[in-house]
């Protein structure tokens, strides 16, 4: 399968780059502007005694010297092109109330510039929750060689009248330090078979580069040749079974590309022929499946904003509040600049690892303790690792009751269960 994203990421210029970034910074200030009705968006950098709104991209003041974690004394924000001429500002906090920022955020904020030098902030607004928006659906969808998704990236599975969609989660990686059989694997295929769930859902990393021996290429045969046998082993588990396997690769993965997004695995056709019900998906992916919207991101966005975020608020959930910014800036990962560890495309990233529809379901893999949030009518969830180290982690289960969902008009996501469980 060609690349879908990228095929000239070497050779990128800055000029692409500052256009994506500059264009998404000026359609979230139009919008801000229009959702709470400013008359009179201000330059960041004049000076003003009065109180004034300003708009623009929230960034540290040391990110060039000591990387992007903000604290309440080095943030400061870059105004756009048309309102701001690109300027920028240090920002005093210690006059709002309540805040949550991060690098790459895009927010509107009131406040005054006596001197031109700090702007002294009083309230803090992001945009709002993303909402239907088919302009920036992401276009592998019709790209992919699937019959089964269709070109808008829904796909109808068969089930009884009043039965609940049942989905299991797992995220790799899938092999213990020094080995790479898939003993571990087996034992998880095995207990989903056994439950015959609707959606199986696999994230990356498959071949795991920090892995000792896959890091290391200490192995007898190639990665391809692994990888292909471990999709064999997945696929003849569930032959001649109503499962649909949903596999997406990780940025770790030894046979992707390190960036981010990341294409899908690179399968033979005869594979795609023979196994209806497997399917490959990009980096991160939104799919919907019977009616229900799903979001699912491999990359670990939620340990990085929580590293790189400075926070006042009344609550103490900076994992929820992780899942508010992604929703809220629309994007699966929304930080700027990205740490060290994470190479973004920026062109590919705006048409494919951006949020066009507020999911029913969000999955997002990390390394931090598994867990489930409920965020805006968002059922959000870390399902865990399988596999930490030499010793077995978890997987997830979700019951979805999608007749009761279809029917209830408040609450889009009545009635859906998940539930932890250790290997």
């Known amino acids: 399968m060609a690349h879908l994203f990228y095929e000239d990421y070497l050779y990128k210029k800055h000029k692409p780059k500052s256009d994506v970034l500059e264009r998404l910074l000026e359609i979230n200030e139009q919008q801000l502007v229009k959702m709470n009705e400013i008359h009179n968006l201000y330059n960041v950098s004049v000076p003003t005694q009065d109180d004034v709104w300003i708009c623009g991209r929230i960034f540290s003041e040391n990110a060039g010297s000591g990387g992007g974690k903000l604290t309440e004394h080095n943030v400061a924000i870059q105004g756009s092109y048309v309102c701001s001429n690109s300027h920028s500002i240090p920002l005093n906090l210690s006059h709002c109330n309540e805040y949550s ?17 700090r702007f002294f902030c009083k309230e803090i607004i992001e945009p709002n929750f993303v909402q239907e928006n088919r302009q920036i659906k992401n276009e592998f969808k019709t790209e992919i060689v699937d019959s089964l998704i269709s070109e808008d990236g829904s796909i109808e599975i068969m089930m009884e009248p009043d039965e609940n969609m049942l989905c299991f989660v797992a995220s790799g990686p899938y092999m213990t330090t020094g080995s790479t059989d898939l003993n571990i694997l087996d034992q998880l295929l095995d207990i989903v078979k056994s439950k015959n769930p609707h959606i199986f859902i696999l994230l990356g990393p498959f071949l795991d580069l920090n892995h000792d021996l896959i890091g290391s290429g200490n192995i007898q045969t190639t990665f391809e040749e692994l990888l292909q046998n471990l999709f064999d082993h997945i696929a003849s588990k569930f032959v001649n079974t109503r499962t649909q396997v949903f596999i997406q690769p990780s940025v770790n993965d030894a046979t992707q590309e390190q960036i981010y997004p990341v294409n899908p695995f690179s399968i033979p056709t005869q594979f795609q022929r023979i196994h209806r019900n497997i399917h490959f998906l990009p980096e991160p992916s939104m799919i919907k499946i ?48 990205p740490p060290d560890h994470v190479c973004i495309d920026f062109e590919a990233w705006n048409n494919y690892a951006r949020i066009y529809s507020h999911p029913n379901i969000f999955i997002a893999v990390s390394d931090m303790a598994k867990f489930t949030k409920e965020v805006n009518n968002s059922v ?13 982690g978890a997987y997830a289960q979700i019951s979805i009751p999608i007749k009761k969902i279809q029917e209830s008009e408040q609450n889009k996501n009545s009635g859906i269960e998940v539930t932890f469980n250790k290997l």
């Not at 920022?101 to 030098?117: A, T």
């Not at 865990?384 to 010793?391: D, E, I, K, Q, S």
């Open 101 to 117: 920022l991060f690098p790459g955020q895009i927010v509107m904020i009131n406040g005054r510039n006596p001197d031109g030098k």
């Open 290 to 337: 019977n009616g229900i919207q799903f979001a699912i991101t491999s990359t670990d966005v939620i340990k990085d904003l929580t590293s790189m975020a400075v926070s006042k608020s009344q609550s103490s959930d900076k994992l929820a509040r992780n899942f508010v910014h992604m929703l809220k800036q629309k994007s699966f990962y929304p930080i700027y600049p």
């Open 380 to 392: 959000c969830l870390n399902p865990g690792r399988l596999v930490r180290g030499t010793a077995t």
